[in-house]
């Protein structure tokens, strides 16, 4: 039995040590393209948010804006098979926009795409709460309505090719204005992948 117990013990200190041996590293995100895999990735985000931004900032609805315009951030479906943060996506277009200084993004109302901040709603509600100095609270009617909506979509195809798999991805980017329901802009980024069927799972 000691000679057992003793064997079992060696044996899971070499595992450990063996285990220890992997070094783990830092990669620069420049050079993280090396380690890309079939699903989305960083690289894929970054190339939509790149293609969507100079599409939209290029765009002559943007060209011709005169004043700011207020952002809501409104739905992302995300029609893949993978759990995609689709506000990672969004996040990035709207900060480009914001810099762009003819955009203001609002966290008052938003769809599954964008985040609304509670604190907004939660700090209205202390108007009939006694423990408050009154004065200090938000009075009524200065929430700023968005006048332009956000939203989007993001698509896979799996293709069979011999003994490889093409999986396609599109991400569609829409701009509404909201008081007409018009399209202002839009923009569809293609990326293609290749690999082989034992490394596609779905």
Known sequence: MYKWTKAVV???????????????SYVDTQD??????VGIDYHDIEAAVHKSVQSLLNS????????????????????????????ELTGKVARAMRKSGKFQLTNAISGSGG?????????????????????????????IAPNLSLSGVIVQRNTRVGKKQRVDYSFTLTLTNIKTGMVEWDENTHIIKVAPNSKVSW
């Open 32 to 37: 993280s393209a090396e380690y890309t895999s």
């Open 10 to 24: 060696i044996g899971i200190t070499a595992i450990g040590i063996i285990g220890c041996g992997g070094k783990v």
């Open 60 to 87: 002559e609805y943007v060209l011709g804006l005169e004043n700011k315009q207020v952002l809501a951030i409104s739905d992302v479906i995300n029609d893949t098979m993978q759990q995609v943060d689709v506000r």
């Open 115 to 143: 985040t609304t901040d509670n604190m907004i709603y939660n700090t209205r509600n202390l108007r009939e709460n006694d423990e408050f100095n009154q004065y200090t609270t938000t009075e009524k009617g200065t929430l």
